[in-house]
């Protein structure tokens, strides 16, 4: 699943290698992130949040899938 995580990282001036560093993982980590190989980890979710003011949510969910999770959680919590 690809994400918008190249899209808000480049429209804040945040190279690939900047960001890698910010979360003590490699360039090439950032890389499979952004065209949606691999996802991060919730804690790296929150550091991004953190860092481009962005709720993580919009960065790696869509909105059909960020619908289908939340209906999920809801099953699960009741």
């Known amino acids: 699943m690809k994400?918008?995580?190249?899209?808000?990282r480049t429209e804040q001036n945040v190279s690939q290698e900047k960001l890698a560093s910010?979360?003590?993982?490699?360039?090439?980590?950032v890389s499979s992130w952004e065209i949606g190989r691999t996802t991060p980890k919730p804690s790296q979710m929150q550091h991004m949040e953190d860092i481009?003011?962005?709720?993580?949510?919009q960065i790696f969910f869509t909105?059909?899938?960020?619908?289908?999770?939340?209906?999920?959680?809801?099953?699960?919590t009741k």
């Open 22 to 29: 910010l979360l003590n993982v490699s360039q090439k980590t």
């Open 63 to 76: 909105a059909f899938n960020y619908k289908n999770e939340l209906k999920k959680i809801k099953e699960v």
């Open 52 to 57: 481009f003011k962005v709720p993580k949510e």
């Open 3 to 8: 994400n918008k995580l190249n899209k808000v």
